[in-house]
């Protein structure tokens, strides 16, 4: 059963999203907050077994919450635009399937190709961090983890020291449900790796016998969170002028484009992404355009 104190961080997260990927005026993402702090007024009121899976039933007792609450048609239409758009995000993070999705609107209004970069654009903001810059080791080793793997903000945020084997270049992430799959590591992000837990983790302090068994952490020695490392990878995009809508989850999805590219099989990136059902790997099929433009020149007789 997922807890109201669950739902508040996905909404904390959704704010984020609001802010730093779409933009959005301070007043409008105050709206949704508004629109949203109802809807988990709602939730403990009625006990909501599980957010995550609303069921028709579910929908229909909070449109008529809405209307017992005197709001005007305007405004619980808004209500509900609010609430599409914190399912979108749920989403995109691959936090609901596409069961609750169909129920909250369109299924169009899910059919957005994510951002991609390019290789050379990715090389650009993975080069950015400076031996200058004060936790030069640790940024560097989170943007190469996050690429090289093409694992959640999240996963790389919990990712624990046991669980990463440089040696034989592989580390065994948790994903949703705690399912664990092993992501092979490529030879920048085992060098990056290395170099940052050979110094210990946070260049020049000590770390406390009881430090937390997390791989990246804080100047405190405490845990980051994913919230830290979209501002990491915020901090570095700006440097790199890259746009600002680019977050974490931008590499995670260049990753599997990438890996795409390169000729690997739908089956091999789902495993590698954790992907529940293929369908949501199939979506990356379309992003590459470069090269079913190369493979329609190289064998249609009239390309």
């Known amino acids: 059963m997922a807890s109201l104190v669950e739902l508040q961080s996905d909404l904390l997260a959704f704010r984020n999203y609001l802010t730093a990927e ?36 579910d929908l229909a007792r909070y449109l008529g919450y809405l209307h017992e609450n005197e709001l005007a048609a305007p405004t619980i239409a808004r209500h509900i635009v609010s609430l599409r758009m914190f399912y979108r995000f749920l989403r995109l993070e691959e936090k609901t399937d596409q069961t609750a999705v169909d129920l909250l609107g369109s299924p169009k209004l899910w059919q957005r190709i994510p951002t991609v970069l390019s290789p050379d654009r990715v090389d650009e903001l993975l080069s950015t961090p400076l031996a200058s810059d004060r936790f030069f080791l640790r940024d560097r080793a989170v943007l190469e983890t996050l690429y090289a793997t093409g694992c959640r903000a999240s996963e790389v945020a ?31 992000a085992v060098v990056a790796l290395r170099e940052y837990l050979g110094q210990g983790r946070i260049l020049g302090a000590m770390l406390p016998e009881n430090a937390p068994p997390e791989v990246f952490i804080s100047r405190t020695a405490k845990p980051i969170t994913r919230i830290e490392i979209w501002r990491i990878v915020k901090k570095y995009c700006r440097r790199a002028g890259l746009p600002s809508k680019i977050s974490p989850h931008t590499l995670r999805h260049s990753f599997a484009t990438h890996v795409l590219a390169g000729g690997a099989d739908l089956r091999t990136v789902q495993e590698l992404l954790g992907h529940a059902s293929i369908a949501t790997t199939q979506h990356y099929t379309h992003l590459d355009r470069d090269r079913l433009r190369a493979i329609h020149k190289k064998h249609h007789p009239r390309a």
Not at 28 to 44: G, K, N, P, Q
Not at 179 to 184: D, G, I, L, S, T
Request: hydrophobic share 35%.
């Open 22 to 57: 779409r933009g959005m005026a301070k007043n409008t993402i105050e709206s949704y907050s508004r629109d949203l702090d109802r809807f988990v007024e709602w939730v403990a009121t009625v006990q909501l077994p599980h957010y995550l899976k609303p069921t028709i039933k």
């Open 158 to 188: 919990s990712l624990q020291v046991a669980d990463v084997y440089l040696d034989a270049a592989f580390l065994k992430c948790t994903g949703k449900g705690n399912k664990q799959r092993v992501v092979p590591l490529g030879r920048p």
